[in-house]
C-alpha cells in the first residue's frame, strides 16, 4: 500500500463524517441566529425611532387606523345616494390623468427607442458615446417623478402639462434601460446583412432590429404605462391635474366631502385593477404568442 | 452586383407582396399609428399645451437651475445633522417596511401556493385578496396612517409594509410554487412529516429567492420612501418639499443631489449582493 510509506493519512474530520456535518451544521445555525439578532435588534430600534420622530405615538394610533376609513365609510353610507353621480362626475378627471400617463408613455417610449438604440453596444450610432447615453438614462431614472414635477410646477405652473413631462422624462430612461437590454440580445446578422447592401443606421435599426425587439419592447411598454396611471394619480396629488387632485382636495377639505373620497377611490381602484388585468393579458399573449 | 433598375421594376410589377405588406396590414399600421398621433395631439390641446408656455417656463428653469451651480453645501452643524437625518429616515423606513410586510407576507405566501395550500377555494381567495392589497396605492395607505398616526416616518414604515404583503406574498407564493418536488417526497419517503418535508425539502430551495425579491423590492422602497415623504411621512422627501415651498432653491438642488447619490448607491450595492450571494434575479413588479 502507497499509504503506509507515507504513515497514515489525517482523517479530516476526526469522528468521521458525521461529526463534521454536525459541526458545519452547528455552524450555520450559529451565525443565523447572530445574524437574525442582529436583524431584529436592527428592527426594534428602527421601529423605536420611527415611534419617537413621529408626530403622533404608534400605540395611541393604534385604535385609530380604522377610525378615519371607519369615519369615511360612514358618512359615504349615510350620503350613499349620491354616489352614483359623484362617480359619474369624476370620470372626466379619472380619463385625464390616463391620458397623461398614455401621453408620457408614448413620448417617453419613443425617446426611450433613441436612447436605447443609441446605448446598445454593437448597434450604437456613435459607439464612443455610448457611455454619455446611458448615464443620461440613468441620471433621468433615478429622479423619482414627483421631484421632477415639483420643479416643473414651479416652472410651469399647475395643470397636467408638468406631470406629463416628468413622467415622460422617468418613463424614458426606465424604458430605455430595459430596452437596451432587450437589444443587446438581438440577433446582429440581420443588421450585418442591412449593412452589406448599404442601408443607413435608421434603416438597418428599423428592418434589422425592430421587428426582433417589438414583443418584448412592447410588453414593457405596457407594464410601464400600468405604472404611469398609478404615477400620474399621484403627481395629481402634489399639484398637477387628474384624479390625485380632486381627491386632495377631497381629503383636506374633511367632514362632509367624505363621499367624494369615496367615489374617488373606487375609480381609482377600478380603474387600476382594470388596466392591471388587461395589460397582464396582453403582455401574455405577446411573450407567449397568441395561441396557447 | 446590383441588379439594374429595369429589373428591379420588373419584380416589383410582378411580384409587389414581396416589396410591400399586404393592404389590411398597412391599413392597420396606418390607422394605429394615426390613433397614437391624435391621441397625443388631442391630450397636448386638452392640457393647455403651448409653446408659449413653454417658452415662459423655460426662462424661470433657468433660474431655478441657476440655483444649482454652485451647490449650496451646508455648514451649520444642525443643519447638516438634519439633512442626514433625513436620509436615515428614509432608509430605515424603506427597511422596516420592507422587513415588515417580508415577515408577514412569508406566511401568508404558503397559503398562496399551489403546491402548499391544495384547497383551491382558499387559494384562490387568498391570491385575490394579495391582488386587492397591490391595488391599492402606497400613497392612499400613507394618508390614512398619516391620519391616524400623525407626520412623521411610522405613517411611511406602515404604508410600505401594507403595500409589500401584496407585492412580496404573491412573489414568494410563486417562488414557492417553482421548486421541484423532489426532494420533499425524498424527505416524505424517509419518513418525515408534512411540515418537515416543506423545512427541509422547501425552505433551502426558495430561501435565496426570498432574499433576492427582499432586496429588490428595498431597492424600490427607497424611491417609495422619498415620495411619501413628500405627502409627509418624514424623511429626506418631507426635507426637500419644504424647502421647495419655501423657494430655497439652493438646499432643495442639494437634497436632489443626495437622493440621488443615495438611490443610486442602494441600487449599486443591492445588485452587488444579490449577484454575489444569491444570483441573478431581476424582479418586474
Same mark, same amino acid.
Given at each position: 500500500?502507497?499509504?503506509?510509506?507515507?504513515?497514515?493519512?489525517?482523517?479530516?474530520?476526526?469522528?468521521?463524517?458525521? !461529526?463534521?456535518?454536525?459541526?458545519?451544521?452547528?455552524?450555520?445555525?450559529?451565525?443565523?441566529?447572530?445574524?437574525?439578532?442582529?436583524?431584529? !435588534?436592527?428592527?426594534?430600534?428602527?421601529?423605536?425611532?420611527?415611534?419617537?420622530?413621529?408626530?403622533?405615538?404608534?400605540?395611541?394610533?393604534?385604535?385609530?387606523?380604522?377610525?378615519?376609513?371607519?369615519?369615511?365609510?360612514?358618512?359615504?353610507?349615510?350620503?350613499? !345616494?349620491?354616489?352614483?353621480?359623484?362617480?359619474?362626475?369624476?370620470?372626466?378627471?379619472?380619463?385625464?390623468?390616463?391620458?397623461?400617463?398614455?401621453?408620457?408613455?408614448?413620448?417617453?417610449?419613443?425617446?426611450?427607442?433613441?436612447?436605447?438604440?443609441?446605448?446598445?453596444?454593437?448597434?450604437?450610432?456613435?459607439?464612443?458615446?455610448?457611455?454619455?447615453?446611458?448615464?443620461?438614462?440613468?441620471? %433621468?431614472?433615478?429622479?423619482?417623478?414627483?421631484?421632477?414635477? %415639483?420643479?416643473?410646477?414651479?416652472?410651469?405652473?399647475?395643470?397636467?402639462?408638468?406631470?406629463?413631462?416628468?413622467?415622460?422624462?422617468?418613463?424614458?430612461?426606465?424604458?430605455?434601460?430595459?430596452?437596451?437590454?432587450?437589444?443587446?440580445?438581438?440577433?446582429?446578422?440581420?443588421?450585418?446583412?442591412?449593412?452589406?447592401?448599404?442601408?443607413?443606421?435608421?434603416?438597418?435599426?428599423?428592418?434589422?432590429?425592430?421587428?426582433?425587439?417589438?414583443?418584448?419592447?412592447?410588453?414593457?411598454?405596457?407594464?410601464?404605462?400600468?405604472?404611469?396611471?398609478?404615477?400620474? !394619480?399621484?403627481?395629481?396629488?402634489?399639484?398637477?391635474?387628474?384624479?390625485?387632485?380632486?381627491?386632495?382636495?377631497?381629503?383636506?377639505?374633511?367632514?362632509?366631502?367624505?363621499?367624494?373620497?369615496?367615489?374617488?377611490?373606487?375609480?381609482?381602484? %377600478?380603474?387600476?385593477?382594470?388596466?392591471?388585468?388587461?395589460?397582464?393579458?396582453?403582455?401574455?399573449?405577446?411573450?407567449?404568442?397568441?395561441?396557447? | 452586383?446590383?441588379?439594374?433598375?429595369?429589373?428591379?421594376?420588373?419584380?416589383?410589377?410582378?411580384?409587389?407582396?414581396?416589396?410591400?405588406?399586404?393592404?389590411?396590414?398597412?391599413?392597420?399600421?396606418?390607422?394605429?399609428?394615426?390613433?397614437?398621433?391624435?391621441?397625443?395631439?388631442?391630450?397636448?390641446?386638452?392640457?393647455?399645451?403651448?409653446?408659449?408656455?413653454?417658452?415662459?417656463?423655460?426662462?424661470?428653469?433657468?433660474?431655478?437651475?441657476?440655483?444649482?451651480?454652485?451647490?449650496?453645501?451646508?455648514?451649520?452643524?444642525?443643519?447638516?445633522?438634519?439633512?442626514?437625518?433625513?436620509?436615515?429616515?428614509?432608509?430605515?423606513?424603506?427597511?422596516?417596511?420592507?422587513?415588515?410586510?417580508?415577515?408577514?407576507?412569508?406566511?401568508?405566501?404558503?397559503?398562496?401556493?399551489?403546491?402548499?395550500?391544495?384547497?383551491?377555494?382558499?387559494?384562490?381567495?387568498?391570491?385575490?385578496?394579495?391582488?386587492?392589497?397591490?391595488?391599492?396605492?402606497?400613497?392612499?395607505?400613507?394618508?390614512?396612517?398619516?391620519?391616524?398616526?400623525?407626520?412623521?416616518?411610522?405613517?411611511?414604515?406602515?404604508?410600505?409594509?401594507?403595500?409589500?404583503?401584496?407585492?412580496?406574498?404573491?412573489?414568494?407564493?410563486?417562488?414557492?410554487?417553482?421548486?421541484?418536488?423532489?426532494?420533499?417526497?425524498?424527505?416524505?419517503?424517509?419518513?418525515?412529516?408534512?411540515?418537515?418535508?416543506?423545512?427541509?425539502?422547501?425552505?433551502?430551495?426558495?430561501?435565496?429567492?426570498?432574499?433576492?425579491?427582499?432586496?429588490?423590492?428595498?431597492?424600490?422602497?427607497?424611491?417609495?420612501?422619498?415620495?411619501?415623504?413628500?405627502?409627509?411621512?418624514?424623511?429626506?422627501?418631507?426635507?426637500?418639499?419644504?424647502?421647495?415651498?419655501?423657494?430655497?432653491?439652493?438646499?432643495?438642488?442639494?437634497?436632489?443631489?443626495?437622493?440621488?447619490?443615495?438611490?443610486?448607491?442602494?441600487?449599486?450595492?443591492?445588485?452587488?449582493?444579490?449577484?454575489?450571494?444569491?444570483?441573478?434575479?431581476?424582479?418586474?413588479?
Amino acid at each position: 500500500m502507497v499509504d503506509t510509506a507515507f504513515g497514515p493519512t489525517p482523517d479530516p474530520h476526526p469522528g468521521g463524517p458525521q !461529526a463534521g456535518y454536525l459541526a458545519m451544521v452547528r455552524r450555520r445555525r450559529l451565525y443565523g441566529s447572530v445574524l437574525a439578532i442582529l436583524f431584529f !435588534a436592527l428592527m426594534a430600534s428602527g421601529f423605536h425611532l420611527a415611534d419617537a420622530r413621529n408626530a403622533g405615538g404608534f400605540w395611541q394610533g393604534l385604535h385609530q387606523v380604522f377610525d378615519f376609513p371607519a369615519e369615511v365609510v360612514r358618512e359615504a353610507w349615510a350620503k350613499r !345616494a349620491n354616489l352614483p353621480g359623484l362617480f359619474f362626475k369624476f370620470v372626466p378627471s379619472m380619463i385625464e390623468t390616463i391620458n397623461i400617463a398614455a401621453v408620457s408613455t408614448l413620448l417617453g417610449g419613443g425617446a426611450a427607442i433613441v436612447l436605447a438604440l443609441l446605448s446598445t453596444r454593437g448597434l450604437a450610432r456613435w459607439p464612443r458615446l455610448i457611455w454619455v447615453f446611458s448615464r443620461l438614462m440613468d441620471g %433621468l431614472r433615478a429622479v423619482p417623478e414627483i421631484v421632477i414635477a %415639483l420643479v416643473l410646477i414651479f416652472v410651469l405652473g399647475g395643470g397636467p402639462v408638468p406631470a406629463m413631462i416628468a413622467i415622460a422624462l422617468h418613463t424614458s430612461g426606465a424604458l430605455g434601460k430595459l430596452f437596451s437590454e432587450v437589444a443587446e440580445n438581438a440577433d446582429l446578422k440581420p443588421v450585418e446583412g442591412l449593412a452589406s447592401v448599404g442601408a443607413r443606421w435608421g434603416q438597418r435599426m428599423a428592418f434589422g432590429v425592430l421587428p426582433q425587439v417589438a414583443p418584448n419592447w412592447l410588453s414593457y411598454t405596457l407594464l410601464r404605462f400600468e405604472i404611469n396611471i398609478r404615477a400620474s !394619480a399621484i403627481l395629481g396629488f402634489v399639484g398637477s391635474g387628474g384624479i390625485g387632485y380632486d381627491l386632495k382636495l377631497a381629503m383636506q377639505w374633511g367632514i362632509g366631502k367624505y363621499d367624494q373620497v369615496i367615489a374617488i377611490f373606487s375609480i381609482l381602484f %377600478l380603474t387600476i385593477v382594470l388596466f392591471d388585468q388587461l395589460s397582464g393579458h396582453l403582455r401574455e399573449r405577446l411573450t407567449k404568442g397568441a395561441h396557447k | 452586383m446590383s441588379l439594374p433598375q429595369d429589373e428591379i421594376d420588373h419584380y416589383k410589377r410582378n411580384l409587389p407582396r414581396a416589396f410591400a405588406a399586404p393592404l389590411s396590414l398597412r391599413l392597420r399600421r396606418g390607422t394605429l399609428a394615426l390613433g397614437f398621433a391624435a391621441l397625443v395631439a388631442w391630450c397636448l390641446y386638452a392640457f393647455g399645451f403651448s409653446p408659449e408656455r413653454i417658452w415662459n417656463g423655460l426662462g424661470r428653469l433657468g433660474r431655478v437651475l441657476g440655483f444649482m451651480f454652485p451647490p449650496h453645501i451646508w455648514t451649520d452643524p444642525e443643519d447638516i445633522a438634519d439633512i442626514a437625518k433625513g436620509l436615515g429616515e428614509t432608509l430605515a423606513m424603506a427597511f422596516l417596511g420592507t422587513l415588515l410586510g417580508a415577515l408577514v407576507a412569508f406566511p401568508l405566501s404558503f397559503l398562496g401556493a399551489k403546491n402548499i395550500n391544495r384547497f383551491t377555494p382558499l387559494r384562490f381567495g387568498v391570491r385575490r385578496g394579495f391582488d386587492v392589497i397591490r391595488a391599492l396605492e402606497t400613497l392612499i395607505v400613507a394618508l390614512v396612517f398619516i391620519r391616524a398616526f400623525g407626520l412623521g416616518p411610522l405613517a411611511g414604515v406602515l404604508a410600505i409594509a401594507v403595500g409589500e404583503v401584496g407585492v412580496l406574498a404573491k412573489l414568494f407564493a410563486e417562488a414557492i410554487e417553482n421548486t421541484a418536488e423532489k426532494p420533499q417526497e425524498g424527505v416524505v419517503a424517509a419518513g418525515g412529516s408534512r411540515p418537515q418535508a416543506i423545512r427541509i425539502g422547501l425552505m433551502p430551495q426558495i430561501w435565496p429567492v426570498l432574499l433576492s425579491i427582499t432586496l429588490y423590492n428595498f431597492e424600490s422602497n427607497v424611491r417609495t420612501g422619498t415620495i411619501l415623504g413628500i405627502v409627509g411621512a418624514g424623511g429626506i422627501g418631507f426635507l426637500l418639499s419644504d424647502r421647495i415651498g419655501a423657494y430655497r432653491w439652493g438646499e432643495a438642488w442639494s437634497i436632489i443631489f443626495l437622493i440621488i447619490i443615495l438611490v443610486y448607491v442602494i441600487d449599486w450595492l443591492s445588485a452587488r449582493i444579490r449577484a454575489r450571494f444569491i444570483g441573478k434575479w431581476e424582479g418586474v413588479r
